[in-house]
């Protein structure tokens, strides 16, 4: 696909932009990765690419999350952060950001329900309270279990900006990772959700919104609204080494 090579030269152009010293011409070099877990198929497509073209070095991933990995490249900690939103504006100071892809957040109900569409309006008054039952939108008479991700996601971030829900939505359950709020969607009949498409499979239903559903040509052709960027974070007018990998 042309937008995964777009994605994977962009890849290789951060780390190739950088001055890379080893210690030693046979020695394996590594890349390390730190950050968001909705960005966990992109940044495994990429380093995947990555390596096939460059046998010496390893990229590794740490999931842990969008906050943890920004504060992990300031720190020195990891060479590149994954971040699902954008830089803050203290953030930006000293670090910077290249959108690698836009992804579409899937708004998620269990494979159940029979509400298969939704306006960006009604998400947004399921999630602040004023719509608390399914009956409401064409379901069955039941409460709606809003659940969602912590503060510091930038899944979250994205959904609520779209939404225009920052800071007032009543979530039901809060919770630290995509593949855990899929797998509470699946099995909580009146649950509603929302996850990185890339993470969304059968065991949950995603939702059209407005009338669109999340599609690889709806996200990048607007038309899906909600959506935000995936980027790799790294330091200002810091280059990048390659060290020797150390046996764990």
Same mark, same amino acid.
């Given at each position: 696909?042309?937008?995964?090579?777009?994605?994977?030269?962009?890849?290789?152009?951060?780390?190739?932009?950088?001055?890379?010293?080893? =210690?030693?011409?046979?020695?394996?070099?590594?890349?390390?990765?730190?950050?968001?877990?909705?960005?966990?198929?992109?940044?495994?497509?990429?380093?995947?690419?990555?390596?096939?073209?460059?046998?010496?070095?390893?990229?590794?991933?740490?999931?842990?999350?969008?906050?943890?990995?920004?504060?992990? @490249?300031?720190?020195?900690?990891?060479?590149?952060?994954?971040?699902?939103?954008?830089?803050?504006?203290?953030?930006?100071?000293?670090?910077?950001?290249?959108?690698?892809?836009?992804?579409?957040?899937?708004?998620?109900?269990?494979?159940?329900?029979?509400?298969?569409?939704?306006?960006?309006?009604?998400?947004?008054?399921?999630?602040?309270?004023?719509?608390?039952?399914?009956?409401?939108?064409?379901?069955?008479?039941?409460?709606?279990? =809003?659940?969602?991700?912590?503060?510091?996601?930038?899944?979250?971030?994205?959904?609520?900006? @779209?939404?225009?829900?920052?800071?007032? =939505?009543?979530?039901?359950?809060?919770?630290?990772?995509?593949?855990?709020? @899929?797998?509470?969607?699946?099995?909580?009949?009146?649950?509603?959700?929302?996850?990185?498409?890339?993470?969304?499979?059968?065991?949950?239903?995603?939702?059209?919104?407005?009338?669109?559903?999340?599609?690889?040509?709806?996200?990048?052709?607007?038309?899906?609204?909600?959506?935000?960027?995936?980027?790799?974070?790294?330091?200002?007018?810091?280059?990048?080494?390659?060290?020797?990998?150390?046996?764990?």
């Amino acid at each position: 696909m042309k937008t995964s090579r777009i994605m994977s030269a962009a890849f290789a152009l951060i780390l190739a932009a950088s001055s890379m010293t080893g =210690c030693g011409e046979t020695a394996e070099k590594s890349v390390s990765t730190d950050g968001s877990t909705s960005m966990e198929k992109v940044i495994g497509y990429l380093s995947e690419a990555y390596m096939a073209d460059n046998a010496d070095v390893k990229v590794t991933y740490n999931p842990t999350g969008l906050g943890a990995g920004i504060q992990a @490249v300031q720190e020195g900690r990891c060479d590149i952060g994954l971040s699902s939103r954008n830089l803050k504006d203290e953030e930006a100071q000293n670090l910077k950001a290249e959108v690698v892809a836009i992804d579409g957040i899937a708004v998620i109900v269990n494979t159940s329900n029979t509400v298969t569409d939704l306006t960006v309006d009604e998400i947004a008054q399921i999630y602040t309270g004023e719509i608390t039952n399914w009956n409401e939108l064409g379901g069955k008479d039941s409460p709606i279990v =809003c659940i969602g991700r912590e503060a510091a996601s930038g899944t979250r971030d994205g959904f609520e900006s @779209v939404t225009g829900t920052s800071d007032n =939505c009543k979530y039901s359950q809060e919770l630290t990772s995509t593949g855990d709020v @899929v797998q509470t969607g699946s099995t909580n009949p009146n649950a509603i959700g929302y996850a990185s498409l890339a993470s969304v499979g059968d065991t949950v239903t995603a939702v059209s919104v407005d009338g669109v559903y999340p599609t690889n040509e709806t996200i990048l052709n607007g038309s899906y609204k909600i959506q935000r960027n995936f980027n790799l974070v790294t330091k200002k007018d810091k280059a990048l080494q390659r060290n020797s990998m150390t046996s764990v």
